[in-house]
């Protein structure tokens, strides 16, 4: 193993080719973080690895790593130092993620900022190490935000709009930045790591002394968090204002991602989604992660052979872009909802299909929505696939003929046969 | 009239802060429920008791009814006297059962009300 | 030794940081371990309860007792929430020096449910990791806040509700777990002697690592005795041997001063004394009574073999 040098630690602007894994442990540097706590589950041990190569290396100095012994004690001990008011981050995937899950439901209770990348995988069992982002998905009602990203350089910037969107007085809520296992997390490409002080004027200050504005520890201001209400009493409240505070969420964060195109000359859509040849489309599939990227591509080569198609990628799920989904649904006619996870006995078995077909539950004149689901734990989808899937919508466009092969009107696609 | 910015008086120093949050509606809470130090977070605990311990005039002042009282509601005077506080004085009996001396006495509650 | 009339001129001793008028039960032996140990520790503390009658005594929003910084907590979470203030309050000392924050102690106070079951997985963690926390452990062996069932730290012929002909297994013996993991300070007490719970947190307060102190605390309701009587069923817990007050500092392990005179088989009160005035005793059989006293004058010969021989190393 290499030994790292000790040098000055301020970051100047540099590309570097770097995996997926690796950007989100850079993230975190810039990011200044005070407290990570952490334990390895493939496919994110090379962020833990990378980290610990960063602090034990001099290179953040003043940054605590927990070496804990289990994920739910991760997310415990991220709660604990997170209430006596400092900055922190994890991350972890899939299982790792489901044994958290009381504290999950916790730490957004507590509205601590705490960023949490997740490198995307699918549920065992049967045992399963490649992307699927039902891990995450599975804990969209807890309270915590959660973004996808479709590349190497978003990970690392949507850590640094999370921070910023996360510590807003108004928000005060945790986020997920998810991202497909082993397809972002173990692939490399250039990234740009910022110039430190460019960061450190984009985010808020670390917390002061005084902690957060809604808990702090300190011995002459003594409080206590925790303790019980009885259902007569304001429990149903307190829960309505985590809500309130995630829908109001949404403009800080098509501010923050304004802001961040400003400052590094990224765009990224509006923040909730970003659209690609959405102006004359007449169908268009809506994708997020990695697989969005992709459809980029397919929708170019498809449009060359005549047709007018368009790809939205959905950069946040939490809080859900009803607006923005409901203009988009508005432009196309035939509107591909596609899932990279599952949502077992819900409305279209995909959750994110469920999801916008409640949304445009009760306005007119939007698409009609085909929901699809594919790439499930870490399936190949490939370019061909992608482009297949266009002029499916496309057929429907035109003769009004849905799939043969749905299973309950959700169109699995990609599925294994073998002949015999 | 909903007060928006109420919740922020807890953020205040001690001795600025009020003692007990009181809030109308879902707007003026704070983002998370706080609770702040109070005497009798339980009630009026006095009211717990069936006896009442009473320390007699032979006490030596040796302070270990203090030492062992479970509540706290045994406190020594300047004059290094021990006085109990009856509002939130349980009952419990230990400290008489605990008296080297034998000069604290369980009396039975009456329809009297406490000083 | 402290002495009481010492420890009752010093003005953070004499103050009450668990302000009375909370929902603890008449008698509490929590409540008097949770005031001890604050008065030895001061209001300079973070204090973490994972799930635990420590949780709901200390009443309902927005009120609470303790007058210093205390969180509530999941029931499994304890040691690493704990660790987690430790890691903060290191990162805002290198942020603002000389503010104090080096100064900030970080403890659990668990009950035995979230010491010796549920939380035994992040408490080993932490100790392993050396963090520097106290963890304290109440004993009042059960889950008495859910209404008295049994946990690993009940003893052998105790009834609860989930052990009503009375438990098979022994106690599960917490302080040798955590003195196998090498830490720097691991003791014992018991609520009878609120000075000797007042000495060893003063240690442990100045000692750099992982310390574990485990307090023995009757429960009236739980054990079955009159509420009065909380003081005199903890001191009998260490008269007859069954509860030994020691401490382990670095390895080296010192009986302390009411358990030392125990070496002495013939100074140790018979267990029935202790046993026969609890009612989640009652009915128990003449058999698990000598497997009982058995297992204690095995447990002491145990001790005794143990500092013979430190004694014979030390040399």
């Known amino acids: ?420 | 009239m909903v007060d928006k910015e109420k919740w922020k008086q807890i953020n205040k120093a001690r001795k600025e802060r009020p003692e007990l949050q009181e809030y109308s509606c879902w707007e003026e809470l704070s983002p998370i429920p706080i609770s702040l130090p109070i005497d009798g977070a339980g009630g009026i605990t006095g009211d717990w008791r069936t006896f009442k311990p009473i320390i007699k005039k032979g006490c030596n002042q040796c302070g270990i009814c203090w030492m062992y009282c479970p509540e706290g509601t045994i406190h020594k005077t300047d004059n290094g006297s021990f006085v109990i506080d009856y509002m939130y004085c349980k009952g419990c009996g230990i400290c008489a059962k605990e008296c080297p001396t034998n000069n604290i006495e369980m009396v039975r509650e009456g329809d009297k009300k406490d000083d | 030794m402290a002495s009481l009339k010492k420890v009752m001129e010093d003005e953070i001793a004499c103050k009450e940081w668990f302000l009375p008028g909370n929902a603890c039960c008449a008698g509490c032996g929590l409540e008097i371990a949770l005031r001890w140990a604050m008065k030895a520790l001061g209001p300079e503390v973070a204090m973490v309860t994972p799930a635990s009658c420590l949780n709901v005594v200390i009443g309902l929003w927005p009120k609470t007792a303790p007058d210093f910084p205390q969180f509530n907590m999941a029931f499994a979470a304890g040691a690493a929430v704990a660790t987690g203030f430790d890691a903060a309050f290191k990162a805002k000392n290198y942020k603002f020096p000389g503010k104090g924050w080096d100064k900030m102690v970080s403890i659990c106070f668990a009950g035995d449910g979230g010491t010796t079951d549920i939380g035994i997985q992040g408490l080993s963690g932490a100790a392993e990791r050396n963090s520097n926390i106290i963890y304290v452990c109440y004993d009042n062996e059960a889950y008495m806040n859910t209404g008295i069932q049994r946990s690993s730290s009940t003893p052998h012929g105790a009834i609860t509700t989930t052990t009503p002909f009375g438990k098979d297994r022994y106690k599960k013996n917490l302080p040798a777990i955590m003195r196998a993991h090498d830490i720097p300070y691991v003791a014992t007490c018991s609520i009878s002697e609120p000075l000797d719970i007042y000495e060893k947190f003063q240690k442990a307060k100045s000692i750099e690592g992982c310390k574990y102190i485990h307090i023995l605390a009757p429960c009236a309701p739980g054990w079955g005795y009159p509420s009065e009587d909380t003081i005199e069923i903890a001191r009998l817990a260490v008269k007859t041997g069954s509860w030994i007050l020691f401490e382990v500092e670095n390895g080296v392990l010192t009986l302390s001063k009411k358990s030392r005179p125990l070496l002495d088989p013939s100074k140790r009160v018979p267990i029935i004394e202790y046993v026969s005035k609890q009612k989640r005793f009652a009915g128990i059989s003449e058999k698990t009574l000598i497997e009982i006293q058995e297992q204690i004058d095995l447990d002491w010969e145990k001790i005794s073999a143990e500092l013979k021989c430190q004694e014979e190393y030390s040399k």
């Open chain 1, 1 to 420: 193993m290499i030994k790292p040098e000790l040098k000055d630690f301020l970051q100047s602007e540099e590309t570097k080719i770097i995996k997926g894994n690796v950007a989100a442990a850079y993230a975190a540097k810039s990011a200044r973080v005070q407290v990570i706590s952490a334990y390895p589950i493939t496919p994110q041990t090379t962020v833990v690895e990378k980290l610990s190569e960063l602090v034990d290396g001099g290179l953040m100095p003043g940054t605590q790593y927990i070496k804990v012994e289990s994920e739910h004690s991760v997310l415990a001990s991220l709660v604990g130092a997170s209430m006596a008011g400092t900055r922190t981050f994890t991350a972890t995937s899939g299982q790792g993620l489901f044994y958290m899950y009381e504290m999950v439901h916790w730490t957004a209770g507590v509205r601590l900022p705490i960023v949490m990348a997740i490198a995307s995988r699918g549920p065992a069992p049967p045992w399963n190490i490649w992307a699927d982002f039902t891990d995450v998905i599975s804990c969209r009602d807890t309270g915590w935000m959660s973004a996808f990203c479709a590349s190497h350089q978003e990970i690392y910037d949507e850590i640094l709009m999370s921070y910023k969107v996360c510590e807003d007085y108004d928000v005060l809520l945790p986020k997920f930045v998810a991202y497909g296992g082993f397809i972002l997390s173990h692939t490399s490409k250039p990234v740009i790591i910022e110039d430190q002080d460019k960061v450190d004027n984009f985010l808020p200050p670390l917390p002061d002394e005084q902690g957060w504005p809604h808990i702090w520890i300190d011995p002459n201001r003594p409080l206590m968090h925790g303790n019980l209400i009885m259902p007569s009493g304001f429990y149903s409240e307190f829960r309505m204002k985590i809500h309130d505070a995630m829908i109001q969420s949404k403009s800080k964060i098509k501010d923050v991602a304004k802001e961040f195109e400003k400052v590094f000359g990224r765009n990224y859509g509006n923040g909730l989604i970003q659209e690609y040849k959405m102006k004359d489309a007449k169908v268009a599939i809506l994708n997020y992660g990695d697989l969005a990227l992709q459809m980029e591509e397919a929708v170019d080569q498809v449009r060359e052979e005549g047709y007018k198609v368009g790809t939205i990628k959905l950069r946040h799920f939490r809080p859900f872009p009803v607006e923005d989904i409901i203009e988009v649904a508005k432009k196309v006619k035939i509107l591909g909802v596609m899932d990279r996870a599952t949502a077992f006995g819900s409305p279209t078995g995909g959750p994110i299909s469920s999801e916008v077909k409640t949304a445009l539950h009760g306005t007119k004149g939007t698409a009609m929505v085909l929901p699809m689901i594919n790439g499930l734990e870490g399936r190949e989808v490939t370019l061909e696939q992608q482009k297949e899937q266009l002029k499916i919508l496309i057929k429907i466009n035109e003769t009004g003929e849905l799939p043969e092969d749905l299973l309950h009107g959700t169109l699995w696609h990609g599925k294994l046969e073998v002949k015999k």
